[in-house]
């Protein structure tokens, strides 16, 4: 259950977060007063965190007033700022937040009460030893709505252990579908959300935090790669997979996404790497083709994809060791731009 303030600030979309906010009938001209600095400075804060780290930060000793009510005031900066980047990031960054905390909690009826209460779920625990141990049950649509988000192939309903229509979970992995849960539940408010006349006290905030945004978005925009692919940069984990399907040999679903997504980001073309892929074991032309475009944006929500990281990718058994380019970076696309520069 949501008892307490501490629970209130870990989780400040549930619905008694929500009912504890608006019990203050605080309006945004009260943030003109100097009585909500610390509230103020909070939540520039949470959209600084979002914007320059990719997470929102937490730790046990903030203090949980501050906490609760610098959730929505920071929705209201970046909903006020109106841009579909920011959205999405910070989207990204509270879903983050929420993941970690939900991935450590010690109690399985908090879990269950945000899942249920925010979402809808319908979720029971379990103590079932089948091979490894599962910690929830969860509705198999409550699952797909989430699990479909994620590319990996232990996400797929088929690899899952499914009985009468209730799907087998670990805590981690009801914590990562919830955090889906909170990203689509954010970026929703803030899509849906009214812009509002911001008092001075705000309205100074919300323009560093546009600042800031417009520099995180052109040093994105600057990191952009040529849409030539040099085959001779590509960093070791890429090369391994691309000569390991060259080879024949079998390769795992996140090898192969990692692979299309890389080559996709630096201007090789579909068709392409479709060709490329039909050197694998269990090729399907219409299969892969349709995969293809989905990671390239061109099906589905037109959402393009960027490859995983050097710590999943190490994760995942697919870094053949560091180079010295890899001692400095942590993204495939960022050895790829090293490499270009000393071509």
Same mark, same amino acid.
Not at 154 to 164: E, H, T
Not at 227 to 240: K, N
Not at 323 to 335: A, N, T, V
């Given at each position: 259950?949501?008892?307490?303030?501490?629970?209130?600030?870990?989780?400040?979309?549930?619905?008694?977060?929500?009912?504890?906010?608006?019990?203050?009938?605080?309006?945004?001209?009260?943030?003109?007063?100097?009585?909500?600095?610390?509230?103020?400075?909070?939540?520039?804060?949470?959209?600084?965190?979002?914007?320059?780290?990719?997470?929102?930060?937490?730790?046990?000793?903030?203090?949980?007033?501050?906490?609760?009510?610098?959730?929505?005031?920071?929705?209201?900066?970046?909903?006020? !700022?109106?841009?579909?980047? /920011?959205?999405?990031?910070?989207?990204?960054?509270?879903?983050? %937040?929420?993941? +970690?905390? $939900? @991935? *450590?909690?010690?109690?399985?009826?908090?879990?269950?009460?945000?899942?249920?209460?925010?979402?809808?779920?319908? !979720?029971?625990?379990?103590? /079932?030893?089948?091979?490894?141990?599962?910690?929830?049950?969860? %509705?198999?649509? +409550?699952? $797909? @709505? *989430?699990?479909?988000?994620?590319?990996?192939?232990?996400?797929?309903?088929?690899?899952?252990?499914?009985?009468?229509?209730?799907?087998?979970?670990?805590?981690?992995?009801?914590?990562?579908?919830?955090?889906?849960?909170?990203?689509?539940?954010?970026?929703?408010?803030?899509?849906?959300?009214?812009?509002?006349?911001?008092?001075?006290?705000?309205?100074?905030?919300?323009?560093?935090?546009?600042?800031?945004?417009?520099?995180?978005?052109?040093?994105?925009?600057?990191?952009?790669?040529?849409?030539?692919?040099?085959?001779?940069?590509?960093?070791?984990?890429?090369?391994?997979?691309?000569?390991?399907?060259?080879?024949?040999?079998?390769?795992?679903?996140?090898?192969?996404?990692?692979?299309?997504?890389?080559?996709?980001?630096?201007?090789?073309?579909?068709?392409?790497?479709?060709?490329?892929?039909?050197?694998?074991?269990?090729?399907?032309?219409?299969?892969?083709?349709?995969?293809?475009?989905?990671?390239?944006?061109?099906?589905?929500?037109?959402?393009?994809?960027?490859?995983?990281?050097?710590?999943?990718?190490?994760?995942?058994?697919?870094?053949?060791?560091?180079?010295?380019?890899?001692?400095?970076?942590?993204?495939?696309?960022?050895?790829?731009?090293?490499?270009?520069?000393?071509?």
């Amino acid at each position: 259950m949501i008892t307490s303030k501490a629970d209130l600030a870990r989780y400040p979309f549930t619905p008694e977060a929500v009912e504890y906010v608006n019990s203050l009938g605080i309006g945004i001209d009260d943030f003109a007063s100097q009585d909500y600095l610390p509230v103020i400075d909070r939540a520039e804060r949470r959209a600084e965190e979002a914007i320059i780290d990719g997470i929102v930060g937490w730790t046990s000793s903030l203090n949980y007033d501050v906490e609760i009510l610098s959730f929505p005031l920071a929705m209201i900066l970046v909903a006020s !700022i109106n841009d579909p980047f /920011l959205k999405r990031r910070y989207a990204l960054a509270e879903s983050k %937040r929420t993941y +970690n905390l $939900l @991935r *450590n909690e010690v109690r399985d009826e908090r879990l269950i009460h945000v899942s249920e209460k925010a979402f809808g779920w319908k !979720i029971e625990p379990t103590s /079932l030893i089948a091979g490894q141990v599962y910690d929830f049950t969860l %509705r198999f649509d +409550n699952y $797909l @709505r *989430n699990a479909t988000a994620f590319h990996d192939s232990s996400w797929k309903l088929v690899n899952r252990l499914l009985s009468d229509g209730e799907v087998y979970l670990k805590r981690n992995d009801v914590a990562r579908l919830l955090s889906e849960e909170v990203y689509r539940h954010v970026y929703r408010r803030l899509e849906t959300a009214e812009r509002v006349a911001l008092p001075p006290s705000l309205a100074y905030r919300e323009e560093r935090l546009r600042q800031l945004n417009i520099k995180k978005r052109e040093k994105i925009k600057g990191e952009e790669l040529p849409t030539t692919a040099v085959a001779a940069a590509y960093p070791p984990c890429i090369r391994q997979v691309h000569d390991s399907i060259m080879a024949g040999q079998n390769i795992p679903h996140i090898g192969r996404f990692a692979l299309t997504s890389f080559l996709l980001r630096i201007g090789v073309d579909p068709e392409t790497i479709v060709k490329l892929l039909a050197d694998a074991t269990d090729f399907d032309e219409r299969k892969t083709r349709y995969q293809v475009e989905h990671i390239a944006g061109i099906r589905g929500g037109g959402t393009r994809y960027t490859p995983p990281n050097c710590n999943t990718l190490r994760t995942h058994g697919l870094c053949p060791g560091p180079d010295e380019i890899c001692q400095k970076i942590r993204h495939p696309l960022s050895h790829y731009k090293v490499k270009l520069r000393l071509i």
